[in-house]
């Protein structure tokens, strides 16, 4: 039996990566989706994938970081489904540009508010629904929310204000029956650096970081959804990872160096 059977599942980010993963292994009978997403066209492409799987998927345009459309997905999924059980804030945009090669921060701003306020607009419309089920929210942050890496002084401070914000948040509900599971990928083979800023602000067109030893979008969102139904506190998905967030406090010099050797090298 699917380990969702009987859930809502409002996903963002879900027309391509490690959204569309997540939805599709998700799926299946007595599971009932809506997904958000910006490209309505990919958007329903995966949508029908998840009925194929025997789920109910409904796909709705939205802009996270855009106030109005996140409470326009919040409000349809409940108006449709009746209720919500676990919100999964997965949009995010990625970018990669030394500091000082940057001119204009309109980026930096733009990419605060879709990886951050993205994911508290659609959290403060959810949570009414969630509260009623004893629900679950689910914060995609990155290993760059917990360290930060050169190249991404856009990137690294939306994540770390997203994970931050979820565990100020936590506590705030602890008495109300609402989880909060957050996960920390690190290099995940999807395009999202590729179509992320450059130091112009326009499409990078490749990845600032070395990716050959990037997981699987696959393994990712299975990691993913065995913690969001083990209603686990956290998730770093590797042991390398979590080795190197011990050296990060024991020996911070030698995450530096490793760092380093992370980047791609013209």
């Not at 998700?26 to 009932?32: F, L, P, S």
């Not at 997905?73 to 999964?88: G, H, M, N, Q």
Request: glycine fraction near 8%; include cysteine.
């Amino acid at each position: 039996m699917n380990s969702f059977s009987g859930k809502v599942i409002a996903i963002t980010g879900a027309s391509d990566g490690i959204g569309a993963e997540l939805a599709r292994q998700a799926a299946g009978k007595n599971v009932w989706l809506a997904l958000a997403a910006r490209n309505q066209e990919k958007l329903e492409a995966v949508a029908a994938e998840c009925r194929a799987l025997g789920a109910e998927a409904l796909a709705i345009r939205c802009d996270v970081g855009v106030e109005s459309d996140c409470r326009n997905f919040i409000e349809e999924t409940a108006r449709k489904y009746s209720s919500l059980d676990i919100l999964v804030n997965n949009a995010g945009v990625s970018g990669h540009a030394n500091f000082e090669d940057v001119t204009d921060f309109a980026w930096y701003e733009a990419m605060m508010r879709v990886n951050y306020m993205g994911s508290l607009y659609c959290t403060r419309y959810a949570l009414p629904h969630l509260k009623k089920r004893h629900g679950q929210i689910v914060a995609i942050s990155s290993l760059a929310g917990k360290v930060g890496v050169p190249g991404r002084t856009a990137y690294s401070p939306t994540k770390a204000a997203q994970a931050l914000f979820f565990e100020a948040l936590r506590l705030e509900l602890r008495e109300t029956g609402v989880d909060i599971t957050i996960v920390y990928p690190g290099v995940v083979a999807t395009g999202i650096r590729r179509h992320g800023y450059g130091p112009d602000g326009q499409a990078a067109g490749k990845s600032g970081l070395k990716e050959d030893n990037a997981m699987s979008v696959q393994e990712c969102a299975r990691q993913i959804i065995e913690a969001t139904h083990a209603r686990k506190r956290e998730l770093v998905m590797t042991l390398q990872a979590r080795i190197g967030l011990w050296l990060k406090l024991a020996f911070p010099k030698v995450v530096d160096r490793m760092l380093l050797r992370a980047i791609k090298k013209e």
